[in-house]
């Protein structure tokens, strides 16, 4: 089976159908791009897949180690563990801790640490400690914020906060990485510099990202395949030179006939 299978999902806000009746399928180490207009699903499709929100109707199935795993009524907490790691939309971090404090709370709320090591400051827990800094400190390299390990992240240029998140979800060693506008607020420089870290981290780390964008110029450049979404239902799918020609994701963009 692919990596992730999503059949006739669907989620209601009362009247609303947010996400309505949706497939969506993904295979390991792709980038894919997840368009539409404001108020589309977006988001709301991110928090079905990240255990945020469980489904009115539909399945969500998840390959590993040979086996498919439904992960419908699963707590966020067991969808990281099981490799399925995210951003928000609205940058959370903990911005009175430093850049390290933060990294390294993402890369525990992963490991289920040993309550007994870490209660007892065993040499055990020293040693992993030091582990999990080392990794930490090689994350924080790739987006260029090691030399920042100390300061509070509220201290941070808003560009470095968004790559701080992106570091936070990487340090839980996830297979799917699903990033909600991760060029959000940057200026096009920032956003050409993360278009590449984004296709560097997808290879280097053989993951699949899923990745919400209003910048179209990234979403074309950077995508293998794009699903677009409209009133909450799929609209289209495709690869970007398809979605580009599509006469529905046009009219959908552009309005009119
Ligand atoms: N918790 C909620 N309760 C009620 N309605 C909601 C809730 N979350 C989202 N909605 C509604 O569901 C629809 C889809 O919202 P969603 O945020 O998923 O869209 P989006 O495509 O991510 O939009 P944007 O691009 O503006 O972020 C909208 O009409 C929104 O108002």
Sequence with gaps: ???????????????????????????????????????????????????????????????KDGKKILLNDKAPYKITDLGLARTFQNIRLFKELTVMDNVLIAMHSKKGSNTFHSLFRTPTFYRVEEKMREKALELLAIFELEKKYDVLAKNLPYGEQRRLEIVRALATNPKILFLDEPAAGMNPQETAELTALIRKIQKDFKITVVLIEHDMSLVMNVCERIYVLEYGRLLAKGTPEEIQKNPAVIKAYLGGD
Excluded: H
């Design 1 to 63: 089976m692919s990596l992730l299978e999503v059949k006739e999902l669907t989620k209601n806000f009362g009247g609303l159908a947010a996400v309505s009746n949706v497939d969506f399928v993904i295979e390991e180490n792709e980038l894919i791009g997840l368009i539409g207009p404001n108020g589309a699903g977006k988001t709301t499709f991110f928090n079905l897949l990240t255990g945020v929100y469980v489904p009115t109707e539909g399945t969500i199935e998840f390959e």
